[in-house]
Nanobody
Framework: DVQLAESGGGSVQSGGSLRLSCAAS????????MFWYLRIPGKEDEMVAS???????WLADSVRGRFTVSHDRAKNTLYLQMNALKPEDTAMYYC?????????????????WGKGILVTISS
């Protein structure tokens, strides 16, 4: 199994930036897509960004124009660059991997996910 580990979280003021990293334990030769989602207590989990193996990216309306998602294949790492952060971006952020299928028809179910990283934005 692939292990995913997030890093780069922390506390910043509104308007600041953070870059989250999601390092995979090994090269993933074939997968459908990887994505970032956030979790806020009392709310449903929300996918905010994704990237397919072939480079197709998607961003939620709430973060489009502020966040970008990228991947460094040599480092087996997925990134989430977060700019112009707002207090409502405060959440636990997780990265996840879906291996089966061909984007955009990825198989249901998550094959691997990280333990999450806390992002706190103060006003």
């Amino acid at each position: 199994d692939v292990q995913l580990a997030e890093s780069g979280g922390g506390s910043v003021q509104s308007g600041g930036s953070l870059r989250l990293s999601c390092a995979a334990s090994r090269l993933i030769a074939s997968y459908c897509f990887m994505f970032w989602y956030l979790r806020i207590p009392g709310k449903e989990d929300e996918m905010v960004a994704s990237r397919s193996r072939d480079g197709d990216t998607w961003l939620a309306d709430s973060v489009r124009g502020r966040f970008t998602v990228s991947h460094d294949r040599a480092k087996n790492t997925l990134y989430l660059q977060m700019n112009a952060l707002k207090p409502e971006d405060t959440a636990m952020y997780y990265c996840a991997l879906v291996e089966g299928g061909y984007y955009p028809s990825c198989e249901d179910g998550i094959d691997s996910w990280g333990k999450g990283i806390l992002v706190t934005i103060s006003s």
